[in-house]
């Protein structure tokens, strides 16, 4: 059971006066500490629903995104992740811009030794967007990893 000083930063989870923030609020994310830092485990998380906006015509982008992560000390807390991923519902971005900046968020929030964020959005225009983003901690081992992880993915 964890304490309540590891859940200090844990205000969502069971709040129930949420809000939904639909403009980008990287403030949302929260996390908490990783009981396990001597484990390299990965954590997986799939938000099916993400929508964004295209930065020239407004109209809507629906992706599914998928992040893996290798924990060094914290881990995040999903309803803040929910909360922040349907944040960017009128935030104006290409693809690439938006895979870029969740795993930059989430890399500054938890500095863990390995992450991924891939995008796999609906077709618009008869053309679909896969962009895929990924971080190593340096001094981690998985910096060879980074680089090979970034090709497996065209497969």
Excluded: W
Aim: proline share 6%; aromatic share 12%; hydrophobic share 30%.
């Amino acid at each position: 059971m964890r304490s309540e000083s590891e859940l200090d930063g844990v205000t969502l989870l069971g709040n129930t006066n949420t809000k939904y923030v639909t403009t980008y609020s990287p403030e949302i994310l929260e996390k908490f500490p990783n009981k396990h830092p001597e484990n390299d485990y990965m954590v997986t998380l799939n938000c099916p629903e993400f929508t964004s906006l295209c930065p020239k015509t407004g109209q809507p982008d629906f992706a599914e995104i998928k992040i893996n992560y290798i924990p060094d000390g914290f881990l995040v807390e999903s309803k803040s992740l929910k909360l922040y991923l349907f944040s960017f519902r009128n935030h104006g971005d290409f693809h690439e811009d938006c895979m870029n900046i969740i795993m930059k968020d989430l890399v500054k929030l938890l500095s863990p030794k390995y992450l991924e964020v891939r995008g796999i959005f609906t077709p618009r225009g008869g053309i679909s967007i896969y962009p895929f983003a990924n971080y190593a901690k340096e001094g981690s081992g998985y910096e060879d990893y980074k680089k090979s992880r970034m090709f497996e993915i065209l497969k």
